[in-house]
T-cell receptor, first 114, second 111 residues
């Protein structure tokens, strides 16, 4: 099976712009979670989608949003980018909802804000 | 804030030696998971231990869990240079349904 695929791998944006990141989960996996990883804050949970519905959300402002499509692919959107949004954004998939099963991670999208 | 705290933050050893990393957490959990992350890559799941288990093995990995002390340890035996990576513990708290990661231990295995 192909692993979790995230596109693009690298992205450079300027403050005030908006960005959309994409995640294709492992075939058959219905849950997709998003994480932000920074040197200062570590791995922070953004949200989880399961069967096209947001099931859980972390403590991030409303500028961070996401969605999931019927084929389980997910997108994450960040509007009005700030310098502090520079991070590695990781997507993880699992067959079912929640954290009872191992998460399968993609290699992430490295977002740099200038 | 992070649920788990890894100790030490960084560990440097020679090939062939054993590496032990510790994780402490704050709330009741359903399970605890360990992940590895190579530089610039995503996380790779290593092992999951449920709250009613005390020890688990997978190849050169040994994980212990002490729910009374709210702590876990990951032992890598006969380490190799390829084991150089960051290692994270992640907890599945009973009060929620999402994984919460610690800050990680950076392991360097010198050839």
């Amino acid at each position: 099976k192909a692993g979790v695929t995230q596109t693009p791998r690298y992205l450079i944006k300027t403050r005030g712009q908006q960005v959309t990141l994409s995640c294709s989960p492992i075939s058959g996996h219905r849950s997709v979670s998003w994480y932000q990883q920074t040197p200062g804050q570590g791995l922070q949970f953004l949200f989880e989608y399961f069967s096209e519905t947001q099931r859980n959300k972390g403590n991030f402002p409303g500028r961070f949003s996401g969605r999931q499509f019927s084929n389980s692919r997910s997108e994450m959107n960040v509007s009005t980018l700030e310098l502090g949004d520079s991070a590695l954004y990781l997507c993880a998939s699992s067959p079912g909802q929640g954290a009872v099963q191992p998460q399968h991670f993609g290699d992430g999208t490295r977002l740099s804000i200038l | 804030s992070q649920q788990g705290e890894e100790d030490p933050q960084a560990l440097s050893i020679q090939e062939g030696e054993n590496a032990t990393m510790n994780c402490s957490y704050k709330t009741s959990i359903n399970n605890l998971q360990w992940y590895r992350q190579n530089s610039g890559r995503g996380l790779v799941h290593l092992i999951l231990i449920r709250s009613n288990e005390r020890e688990k093995h997978s190849g050169r990995l040994r994980v212990t869990l002490d729910t009374s002390k709210k702590s876990s340890s990951l032992l890598i035996t006969a380490s190799r240079a390829a084991d150089t990576a960051s290692y994270f513990c992640a907890t599945d708290p009973t009060s929620g349904s999402r994984l919460t990661f610690g800050e990680g231990t950076q392991l360097t295995v010198n050839p």
